[in-house]
């Protein structure tokens, strides 16, 4: 069965480093998403790509944030200067569609801890 | 405006028995829902779903229920088994295509 998977599993970073986290979304998938998840709390919505642009972020999503489809098959999520507060797991979803029913698939996620 | 919560923090269940997992959204305007399951260090896995033009909808062991009229979700889990043990979110589908989360539910299985 396909599945979305990013890399790496685990990213530790000092404060101010810039870190990019990568995903490789369902092959056939054209819809791409980062979501965020700090310890304990629930998952929150950060960005939403499609047709090698943003389509949709949230507040959180600010300037030190950006995201890229490199390739045809990467998809990856850059924060510029990290600040001790991005501490969170990160998920990257996909889905075929943007219909309001159409399933994201989420990925394992990476935890980025900033020190 | 768009949010979505559930009732309770924890629920321990019973090995066996049915599990319910309630939960509350507050736009009357949302049109789809979904439930999800995470475990320990996973992603979000895809449980079942349900238009809001369905009240009921039943899956592998699963069932949803949406009451529109009191704006409350249901998951239900027959026949708790202990690969069930996991935090459940609710989730609304909204106007455009985030989902919203709510906190999670950690349902724990007892022996």
């Known amino acids: 069965e396909p599945e979305v998977t990013q890399t790496p599993s685990h990213q530790v970073t000092q404060m101010g480093q810039e870190v990019i986290l990568r995903c490789v979304p369902i092959?056939?998938?054209?819809?791409f998403y980062w979501y965020r998840q700090i310890l304990g709390q629930k998952v929150e919505f950060l960005v939403s790509?499609?047709?090698?642009?943003?389509?949709?972020k949230s507040e959180i999503f600010d300037d030190q944030f950006s995201v890229e489809r490199p390739d045809g098959s990467n998809f990856t999520l850059k924060i510029r200067s990290t600040k001790l507060e991005d501490s969170a797991m990160y998920f990257c979803?996909?889905?075929?569609?943007?219909?309001?029913?159409?399933?994201?698939?989420f990925g394992p996620g990476t935890r980025l801890t900033v020190l | 405006g768009e949010s979505v919560g559930l009732h309770l923090p924890t629920l321990s269940v019973q090995e066996g028995d049915n599990s319910i997992i309630n939960c509350a959204y507050s736009?009357?305007?949302?049109?789809?829902f979904i439930w999800y399951k995470q475990e320990s260090g996973k992603g979000p896995q895809f449980i079942i779903d349900?238009?809001?033009?369905?009240d009921k909808r039943q899956g592998q062991r699963v069932t949803v229920l949406l009451n529109k009229t009191v704006k409350h979700l249901s998951l239900q889990i027959a026949a708790t088994q202990p690969g069930d043990s996991a935090v459940y979110f609710c989730?609304?589908?909204?106007?455009?295509?985030?989902?919203?989360f709510g906190k999670g539910t950690r349902l724990h299985i007892l022996p």
């Open positions: 989730a609304e589908k909204g106007r455009d295509d985030k989902i919203i």
């Open positions: 092959s056939n998938h054209l819809y």
């Open positions: 979803a996909s889905s075929l569609a943007v219909s309001s029913t159409d399933t994201q698939y």
């Open positions: 790509f499609y047709n090698n642009e943003i389509s949709e």
């Open positions: 349900i238009r809001s033009n369905m």
């Open positions: 736009n009357s305007a949302s049109d789809y």
